[in-house]
């Protein structure tokens, strides 16, 4: 896990952009909305270089209908983990360091 702070970087905005697309096209654009959230969507602060993102679906059956979706974008499916009123999902890179 990225453990450390770095200045913002405004590379986070484009790298949002891509993965909020990748996610959209992979399961339905219709479906879930995408927002750009915590410290890397916040110019000008200190940040844990690790993208977060919220989504927001009408319904936890659709989401978790698409788990094989989210694995093969490369995303580890954690289900509620620990907060029954969400659905969580990681994405770690090939060096072990948390991307999203």
């Known amino acids: ?3 450390f702070v770095a200045p913002h970087n405004p590379t986070w905005k484009s790298a949002f952009q891509t ?3 990748a996610i959209s096209n992979a399961l339905a654009p219709d479906e879930i909305t995408l927002h750009h959230i915590g410290s890397t969507a916040i110019a000008g602060i200190l940040a844990k270089p690790i993208i977060d993102l919220l989504g ?3 319904a936890f059956e659709f989401l ?3 788990t094989a979706k989210m694995e ?3 995303y580890e499916v954690m289900g509620a983990f620990g907060i029954e009123a969400r659905r ?3 994405k770690i890179d090939t060096s072990g360091q948390r991307t999203h």
């Open 1 to 3: 896990m990225n453990r």
């Open 19 to 21: 993965e909020a697309k």
């Open 56 to 58: 927001v679906v009408s």
């Open 64 to 66: 978790d209908a698409q």
């Open 72 to 74: 093969a974008l490369g």
């Open 88 to 90: 969580y999902f990681r």
